[in-house]
């Protein structure tokens, strides 16, 4: 069985939800990770997740939204909200200067937030990074040797080697989406090819991100077969051993789902 580690079911019609769902189940997707992007949606994930065993959601502020409901949340807040059993980690959260939409330093303070969140509630981060590497390391690398601990995974990897390689060394997860099934990806392959084994986890993004042969149309859960299966050439492996390989690494990175 697959696990769709990073999804915005919030983003699909209520009707089409259901259908979406089962469409992963069928394809052999038999979890999955509804996130956040506002305190609004994170609560819509909580009620997503409420009501399906196999949904599981995430709860934070995206670096793109981190202006929109102000002020920045707090830790206490973002961590009052994973307080439900369904929610099993923080996020989305991060930083990202491609499209600005957020001042550096609101996105920093909310980045940190988010971290801090974490270490109170025992569970995972999970990392946008755009455009922001060296800042994305330094606050990861700083917030530790401040004392906070924290496990987290860097989503929808699209970064540079140098911060794979300073994600592997602090313990960090990553995670591919469709991106790692585009033609020109081929830097990317070269990264997931280094990637230990046993560090890996697979997602969508949908609606975003639809990987190859449905790139371009609109991304869902069931989808998560097509990464899996180019992760598996990258590491030589069949799509059951990276199946196997990637719900074993999810399980144990969101203990809270286990
Ligand atoms: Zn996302």
């Given at each position: 069985m697959l696990i769709d580690s990073h999804c915005h079911l919030d983003y699909f019609s209520e009707d089409e939800r259901p259908l979406v769902i089962q469409?992963?189940?069928?394809?052999?997707?038999?979890?999955?990770?509804?996130?956040g992007v506002t305190l609004t949606q994170s609560r819509q994930a909580i009620a997503m997740?409420?009501?399906?065993?196999?949904?599981?959601?995430?709860?934070?502020v995206h670096p793109n939204h981190a202006a929109d409901e102000p002020?920045?949340?707090?830790?206490?807040?973002?961590?009052?909200?994973?307080?439900?059993?369904?929610?099993?980690?923080?996020?989305?959260?991060?930083?990202?200067?491609?499209?600005?939409?957020?001042p550096k330093d609101v996105q920093q303070a909310n980045f940190r937030a988010h971290i801090r969140a974490a270490a109170i509630c025992g569970l995972p981060l999970a990392i946008h990074a755009r455009d922001a590497d060296d800042d994305i390391?330094?606050?990861?690398?700083?917030?530790?040797?401040?004392?906070?601990?924290?496990?987290?995974?860097?989503?929808?990897?699209?970064?540079?080697?140098a911060l794979a390689e300073a994600a592997l060394a602090m313990g960090g997860y990553i995670s591919f989406?469709?991106?790692?099934?585009?033609?020109?990806?081929?830097?990317?392959?070269?990264?997931?090819a280094i990637v230990?084994?046993?560090?890996?986890?697979?997602?969508?993004?949908?609606?975003?991100?639809?990987?190859?042969?449905?790139?371009?149309?609109?991304?869902?859960?069931?989808?998560?077969?097509?990464?899996?299966?180019?992760?598996?050439?990258?590491?030589?492996?069949?799509?059951?051993?990276?199946?196997?390989?990637?719900t074993t690494n999810f399980r144990k990175l969101f203990g809270k789902a286990a």
């Amino acid at each position: 069985m697959l696990i769709d580690s990073h999804c915005h079911l919030d983003y699909f019609s209520e009707d089409e939800r259901p259908l979406v769902i089962q469409r992963a189940k069928a394809a052999g997707v038999g979890q999955m990770v509804t996130i956040g992007v506002t305190l609004t949606q994170s609560r819509q994930a909580i009620a997503m997740a409420a009501v399906d065993a196999d949904v599981f959601a995430c709860v934070g502020v995206h670096p793109n939204h981190a202006a929109d409901e102000p002020p920045v949340p707090s830790p206490e807040v973002i961590a009052e909200l994973a307080a439900h059993p369904k929610v099993i980690g923080i996020g989305e959260s991060g930083l990202d200067y491609f499209y600005d939409k957020a001042p550096k330093d609101v996105q920093q303070a909310n980045f940190r937030a988010h971290i801090r969140a974490a270490a109170i509630c025992g569970l995972p981060l999970a990392i946008h990074a755009r455009d922001a590497d060296d800042d994305i390391a330094r606050i990861l690398a700083e917030e530790r040797a401040g004392g906070q601990k924290f496990d987290f995974l860097l989503h929808c990897f699209s970064s540079t080697r140098a911060l794979a390689e300073a994600a592997l060394a602090m313990g960090g997860y990553i995670s591919f989406s469709g991106i790692l099934t585009f033609p020109k990806s081929n830097e990317l392959r070269d990264i997931a090819a280094i990637v230990p084994l046993e560090r890996l986890l697979v997602e969508t993004d949908s609606p975003y991100l639809a990987p190859v042969p449905f790139r371009g149309k609109r991304n869902e859960p069931a989808h998560t077969v097509h990464t899996a299966r180019v992760l598996g050439e990258v590491k030589g492996l069949s799509p059951e051993m990276i199946a196997s390989v990637t719900t074993t690494n999810f399980r144990k990175l969101f203990g809270k789902a286990a």
